[in-house]
């Protein structure tokens, strides 16, 4: 008798589980790296202004070279994907968002009397972005279509939350304000709610070891975001 109580018990929180939204389920599962995030000396440099030229600089040659395979999981998602307008939304992010980012980034270049095409060619992928992109490239070619999309969600979701958070703190840096303006502003929020849209309706039909698989890619790809950070922030460079 004690035991089928257990066991109905069991049931009944795994049903309340799948009930729940899945982009619910997500964010709670990343919540302390999110408030790591924001509360980290990159993020808080931004805001202040106090955030050294080079670790943006940093920053933003590394996230050129993480583009170029952030376009690619998005590609393999849209070829994956199991409806027409899934294939063209995340088809259309695939080519549209990335350029939109690569052109910041090539302004940012300008600042520093360089480009990003120069850059790309001239300094190494390092540590923190190969092994983000690795894993990004592993879990989009070999998981799921509801697997690729976890793994690519952070890089949406969180850059969304932050610029959400600091726009309304600004910075007296232009520069690092142009920053906080791209991934606060409402067209980049637009695009962030259409892939949790999407995220939702995918939890509705997966299986409870399908759910864990999705929150355990989705919560080393947002760990792999504050890594980013901390890669440029500590001028991260191959050790040998």
Not at 89 to 97: P, R
Request: with cysteine; charged share 25%.
């Amino acid at each position: 008798m004690y035991d089928n109580r257990i066991a109905e018990a069991e049931r009944t929180r795994r049903s309340e589980v799948l009930l729940m939204a899945l982009r619910d389920e997500l964010w709670a599962s990343i919540e302390d790296v999110y408030a790591a995030i924001l509360d980290h000396p990159f993020i808080h440099g931004l805001t202040d202004g106090t955030l050294p030229r080079e670790a943006f600089r940093h920053y933003v040659v590394q996230d050129s070279h993480y583009l170029r395979d952030y376009a690619k999981a998005l590609a393999v998602c849209a070829a994956k994907a199991p409806d027409e307008a899934t294939t063209v939304q995340f088809a259309t992010d695939a080519a549209g968002a990335i350029a939109a980012e690569r052109s910041l980034h090539e302004g940012f270049m300008v600042d520093f009397g360089s480009s990003v095409a120069d850059a790309t060619a001239t300094e190494p992928v390092l540590p923190a972005t190969r092994a983000y992109t690795s894993y990004l490239l592993a879990t989009v070619y070999n998981g799921s279509f509801a697997e690729g999309v976890a793994a690519v969600l952070p890089c949406y979701w969180i850059y969304a939350r932050v610029g959400d958070a600091l726009l309304a703190k600004g910075s007296p840096d232009e520069l690092y304000g142009r920053w906080i303006e791209t991934y606060g502003a409402e067209e980049f929020q637009e695009t962030v709610r259409a892939v949790l849209d999407l995220t939702d309706r995918i939890g509705e039909d997966l299986s409870a070891s399908e759910r864990a698989r999705v929150i355990e890619h989705f919560s080393t790809t947002a760990r792999y975001e504050w890594m980013f950070w901390d890669a440029a922030w500590r001028g991260e460079r191959w050790p040998v």
